[in-house]
């Protein structure tokens, strides 16, 4: 398995929902990420994982909440949302590519809409 | 932290033409800088990365340069295509870290929308 998944692909939900995404990747990478894309900041950081250890939270609102319960998988755990939340929420894992270096790959994303 | 500037943020070219991105890094511990492309509705892929002990590499139509001292790098895309048509991103990763030295940060540009018209 040479991908990064996600799930799901599209998300509605309203202000009060609570809701999760999935990220999973089978590459034996030992450190995976959070990503928001939008408009105005299109690839921003919000969270690393290194071996389970979150190792970098970017100044994120705590309506966001990560967890990394082995090295495959990643959740990232909304409740709470607000309408600028709205975004293509990326996770990526990182190992050595082809390049012999550190590389990232990411997932195709959620499509986040809060109503 | 690292900083990372990225320019022009669109580019519009003729198919066959050449097109070049630049980037700019603000600290000079960072070893590794790779470039993704992004096409509409899809996942940022790698497309081409240099490593600091180097000053170009090429695959293909694509090649990238790196000027240490100056602290910035270039994308080239010669005989532009259609389907070079997406958004690039630079990046830029600092040495190693984490608890196992294997986490690697990237600060990315802004990005470059590339339109490539027949």
């Known amino acids: 398995d040479t991908e990064v998944t996600q799930t799901p692909k599209h998300l509605v939900m309203g202000m009060t929902n609570k809701k999760s995404l999935k990220c999973e990747q089978h590459?034996?990478?030992?450190?995976m990420y959070w990503y928001k894309q939008s408009a105005k900041k299109p690839l921003e950081l919000m969270f690393v994982y290194n071996f389970k250890e979150q190792t970098e939270n970017n100044s994120v609102p705590s309506r966001f909440s990560p967890e990394c319960p082995n090295s495959s998988h990643l959740f990232l755990h909304l409740h709470t949302l607000q309408p600028e939340d709205s975004a293509l929420y990326l996770c990526?894992?990182?190992?050595?590519?082809?390049?012999?270096?550190?590389?990232?790959?990411f997932g195709p994303g959620t499509r986040l809409l809060v109503l | 932290g690292e900083n990372v500037e990225q320019h022009p943020s669109t580019l519009s070219v003729q198919e066959g033409d050449s097109a070049v991105i630049k980037c700019t890094y603000s600290d000079s511990a960072s070893n590794y800088f790779p470039w993704y492309k992004q096409e509409l509705g899809k996942r940022p892929q790698l497309i081409i990365d240099i490593r600091s002990n180097v000053g170009e590499k090429k695959d293909q139509r694509i090649a990238v340069t790196l000027n240490k001292t100056a602290k910035h790098f270039s994308l080239h895309i010669t005989e532009t295509q259609p389907e070079d048509s997406a958004v690039y991103f630079c990046a830029a990763k600092g040495p190693k870290w984490g608890p196992t030295g294997t986490a690697s940060k990237l600060t990315f540009g802004t990005g470059t929308r590339l339109q490539v018209t027949l």
């Open positions: 590459m034996g990478h030992r450190a």
């Open positions: 990526a894992s990182s190992g050595r590519g082809t390049s012999g270096r550190e590389t990232q790959y």
